[in-house]
């Protein structure tokens, strides 16, 4: 700093006395009598005191050169103006000095504030523009995809940051122009085609920012790959705020192809429902969990506990939650079975929660048709448990996190699902407690899923294994799932089962091959993909509605209220004690009867399909 203030006041005086010299010349038309001179002479001083002193009061050398900014060159035109108005008022009002002639004082403020913002730009000119042009002519040429606000910051980045890219040009769909020019770097049409604009800006790479939707990175991929351009994505800034990512340029990822425009979230209502409250996060180490507990953590709750049966799990979300700013967030870790009577009814004794997710469930399809006791005892009487507690605890609200499976459901995990929103609903109807179930389809990456599944066969050299060539699921990624889930809770009334919009559903085999060509290989030279058949309990498709709910209220952009009555609660016990009586009989008869329980529920809403899509 003390470099900064003996480089720059020098400098600025020698410009302000230019400055004032030039606004002499110019009122005398460059013809400067001995008189007029010794006038000069003798307010110089004066001039030069008065705006060392603004510079001094207003900090103005504290300033870098490095990052001068639009809000710099206000600074620098308040602090002419304020000297200018201060030497006036010494030089006519105090008579203070030879007087100088008002039109001179005018001209010399008009010189001085562009002259000063230019020596300020000067080293930010050398460094985005004249040093580029020495030493990027050897680094590879790339475009930025898009001319958007997020586009825009990328280039600014780049250009101030220097890294191994020189960029060329911007690319966008919507540019019709061909000589648009933004931020000094020409603005193409998309509609050119990939391979001439390659060919034109002798381009290797294109950088596309991570708020592309999925769609439109998965046309920009195929193009880019035919012609022959490689493909990065660079992290947007809320990426880097929540620590998702570090500065800096990434490969694309099957997220990026999945990706869609993001929702616009009520952060009044949300705040209204998180912030300064007491939450409970149950399967808070999971996947839907962990994100739930990072998004309400950013929410500033009054307290956060989280609950796990895993201790490594814990151990994890414990030492990555407390690593985040958290302030007088008062964060908690339990290590406990949502089975457990004891163990739950301390949790809710010791916290007295008003906010609980119910996050934690078996959800492995293939393995909860081998293990049906289990499923039925963690998804159906470790959510009854929970939901029984936080009607005594009286809790304020409680919010299931369910899934598309409990629509028809085909298989073990679906059905216990089912029983649990059945039962989430039931007590909606006699408790103080607002009672929400979110349901939902598949989430990338998530503990089991298909996706790293498919990652680890890339990475052993494959063949990818895939059900059944026409298999399809929906799939969301899990920031955005509990963004949702969050505006959900924050805009559900008691009773009400919400369906997030999933989008089009996606097919698994076209998945299985993007994930390939993402990996750098080529289907089917370098990895095959493999049909194995449909696994016990999936289907081909799965559904977010029932025929009844066929026609749901839209409450949000993102989010529908189904049309679903909460069943008797007399019909739910019925079936919760038949349940608990087969649990003792075994695997067999468990799976029996959730079956013919389930076989009740559906029989009321049979789905179709036709109104799946409708409603989606």
């Given at each position: 700093?003390?470099?900064?203030?003996?480089?720059?006041?020098p400098?600025?005086?020698?410009?302000?006395?230019?400055?004032?010299?030039?606004?002499?010349?110019?009122?005398?038309?460059?013809?400067?009598?001995?008189?007029?001179?010794?006038?000069?002479?003798?307010?110089?001083?004066?001039?030069?005191a008065?705006?060392?002193?603004?510079?001094?009061?207003?900090?103005?050398?504290?300033?870098?050169?490095?990052?001068?900014?639009?809000?710099?060159?206000?600074?620098?035109?308040?602090?002419?103006?304020?000297?200018?108005?201060?030497?006036f008022?010494?030089?006519?009002?105090?008579?203070i000095?030879?007087?100088v002639?008002?039109?001179?004082?005018?001209?010399?403020?008009?010189?001085?504030?562009?002259?000063?913002?230019?020596?300020?730009?000067?080293?930010?000119?050398?460094?985005?523009?004249?040093?580029?042009?020495?030493?990027?002519?050897?680094?590879?040429?790339?475009?930025?995809?898009?001319?958007?606000?997020?586009?825009?910051?990328?280039?600014?980045?780049?250009k101030?940051?220097?890294?191994?890219?020189?960029?060329?040009?911007?690319?966008?769909?919507?540019?019709?122009?061909?000589?648009s020019?933004?931020?000094?770097?020409?603005?193409?049409?998309?509609?050119?085609?990939?391979?001439?604009?390659?060919?034109?800006?002798?381009?290797?790479?294109?950088?596309?920012?991570?708020?592309?939707?999925?769609?439109?990175?998965?046309?920009?991929?195929?193009?880019?790959?035919?012609?022959?351009?490689?493909?990065?994505?660079?992290?947007?800034?809320?990426?880097?705020?929540?620590?998702?990512?570090?500065?800096?340029?990434?490969?694309?990822?099957?997220?990026?192809?999945?990706?869609?425009?993001?929702?616009?979230?009520?952060?009044?209502?949300?705040?209204?429902?998180?912030?300064?409250?007491?939450?409970?996060?149950?399967?808070?180490?999971?996947?839907?969990?962990?994100?739930?507990?990072?998004?309400?953590?950013?929410?500033?709750?009054?307290?956060?506990?989280?609950?796990?049966?895993?201790?490594?799990?814990?151990?994890?979300?414990?030492?990555?939650?407390?690593?985040?700013?958290?302030?007088?967030?008062?964060?908690?870790?339990?290590?406990?079975?949502?089975?457990?009577?004891?163990?739950?009814?301390?949790?809710?004794?010791?916290?007295?929660?008003?906010?609980?997710?119910?996050?934690?469930?078996?959800?492995?399809?293939?393995?909860?048709?081998?293990?049906?006791?289990?499923?039925?005892?963690?998804?159906?009487?470790?959510?009854?448990?929970?939901?029984?507690?936080?009607?005594?605890?009286?809790?304020?609200?409680?919010?299931?996190?369910?899934?598309?499976?409990?629509?028809?459901?085909?298989?073990?995990?679906?059905?216990?699902?089912?029983?649990?929103?059945?039962?989430?609903?039931a007590?909606?109807?006699?408790?103080?407690?607002?009672?929400?179930?979110?349901?939902?389809?598949?989430?990338?990456?998530?503990?089991?899923s298909?996706?790293?599944?498919?990652r680890?066969?890339?990475?052993?050299?494959?063949?990818?294994?895939?059900?059944?060539?026409?298999?399809?699921?929906?799939?969301?990624?899990?920031?955005?799932?509990?963004?949702?889930?969050?505006?959900?809770?924050?805009?559900?009334?008691?009773?009400?089962?919400?369906?997030?919009?999933?989008?089009?559903?996606?097919?698994?085999?076209?998945?299985?091959?993007?994930?390939?060509?993402?990996?750098?290989?080529?289907?089917?030279?370098?990895?095959?993909?493999?049909?194995?058949?449909?696994?016990?309990g999936?289907?081909?498709?799965?559904?977010?509605?029932?025929?009844?709910?066929?026609?749901?209220?839209?409450?949000?952009e993102?989010?529908?209220?189904?049309?679903?009555?909460?069943?008797?609660?007399?019909?739910?016990?019925?079936?919760?004690?038949?349940?608990?009586?087969?649990?003792?009989?075994?695997?067999?008869?468990?799976?029996?009867?959730?079956?013919?329980i389930?076989?009740?529920?559906?029989?009321?809403?049979?789905?179709?399909?036709?109104?799946?899509?409708?409603?989606?």
């Amino acid at each position: 700093m003390s470099r900064r203030l003996g480089l720059y006041v020098p400098a600025a005086l020698v410009v302000y006395f230019a400055c004032f010299y030039a606004a002499f010349l110019l009122k005398f038309e460059f013809v400067l009598t001995a008189a007029e001179l010794n006038r000069f002479h003798g307010a110089l001083p004066l001039l030069l005191a008065s705006k060392l002193l603004v510079m001094i009061l207003t900090g103005e050398w504290r300033r870098t050169f490095r990052y001068a900014s639009l809000s710099d060159l206000v600074h620098v035109g308040a602090g002419a103006v304020v000297a200018t108005i201060l030497f006036f008022t010494l030089n006519w009002g105090l008579e203070i000095g030879p007087r100088v002639h008002r039109s001179i004082i005018v001209i010399d403020c008009a010189l001085a504030i562009p002259a000063i913002g230019l020596l300020r730009l000067a080293r930010r000119l050398y460094t985005e523009y004249l040093y580029p042009l020495l030493t990027n002519r050897h680094k590879p040429r790339a475009v930025i995809y898009g001319t958007d606000r997020e586009a825009i910051a990328i280039l600014r980045t780049i250009k101030a940051s220097h890294p191994e890219y020189r960029v060329v040009g911007l690319i966008d769909d919507r540019c019709r122009e061909k000589f648009s020019v933004i931020g000094g770097v020409r603005a193409f049409p998309e509609a050119m085609g990939w391979p001439k604009i390659k060919q034109k800006l002798a381009a290797s790479h294109v950088l596309i920012p991570s708020t592309i939707p999925g769609k439109t990175v998965r046309d920009v991929l195929a193009n880019c790959k035919r012609a022959g351009l490689k493909t990065h994505v660079i992290p947007a800034i809320h990426e880097l705020v929540h620590g998702r990512y570090q500065l800096g340029m990434r490969d694309v990822t099957i997220a990026d192809l999945l990706r869609r425009e993001p929702a616009q979230l009520d952060m009044t209502r949300l705040n209204a429902c998180v912030t300064g409250k007491r939450v409970v996060v149950t399967g808070g180490a999971g996947s839907i969990g962990t994100e739930l507990c990072r998004q309400i953590l950013d929410l500033r709750p009054e307290s956060l506990v989280v609950v796990d049966q895993s201790e490594l799990g814990v151990f994890e979300i414990e030492n990555e939650l407390r690593a985040r700013p958290h302030d007088d967030v008062e964060l908690h870790f339990v290590i406990g079975d949502i089975t457990c009577r004891d163990s739950m009814t301390r949790v809710m004794e010791r916290f007295r929660p008003q906010l609980m997710f119910q996050a934690a469930a078996y959800k492995h399809v293939p393995l909860m048709e081998h293990n049906p006791r289990q499923a039925i005892l963690n998804n159906v009487f470790g959510t009854k448990r929970l939901v029984d507690l936080a009607d005594r605890f009286e809790v304020e609200q409680f919010v299931l996190i369910s899934t598309d499976k409990a629509v028809r459901p085909a298989n073990v995990m679906g059905s216990t699902k089912l029983v649990a929103e059945k039962y989430v609903q039931a007590a909606s109807a006699r408790s103080r407690t607002k009672f929400i179930t979110v349901r939902f389809g598949n989430v990338l990456n998530s503990t089991g899923s298909v996706v790293p599944t498919f990652r680890r066969q890339i990475a052993a050299g494959g063949p990818v294994t895939v059900t059944h060539p026409d298999i399809v699921r929906f799939f969301m990624t899990i920031p955005e799932a509990v963004q949702l889930v969050l505006q959900a809770a924050a805009i559900g009334r008691s009773g009400n089962v919400l369906i997030l919009e999933m989008g089009d559903p996606v097919k698994i085999v076209d998945l299985a091959k993007d994930m390939i060509a993402l990996s750098g290989a080529r289907y089917p030279d370098d990895i095959d993909i493999v049909f194995t058949g449909l696994r016990p309990g999936e289907k081909l498709y799965e559904e977010l509605f029932y025929e009844a709910e066929g026609h749901p209220e839209r409450v949000h952009e993102r989010i529908f209220c189904a049309r679903c009555p909460a069943p008797p609660e007399s019909q739910v016990q019925r079936h919760i004690g038949r349940l608990r009586e087969a649990l003792h009989a075994g695997d067999e008869e468990s799976a029996r009867v959730l079956a013919e329980i389930v076989a009740e529920y559906v029989a009321a809403d049979q789905p179709t399909a036709a109104a799946t899509k409708a409603a989606a």
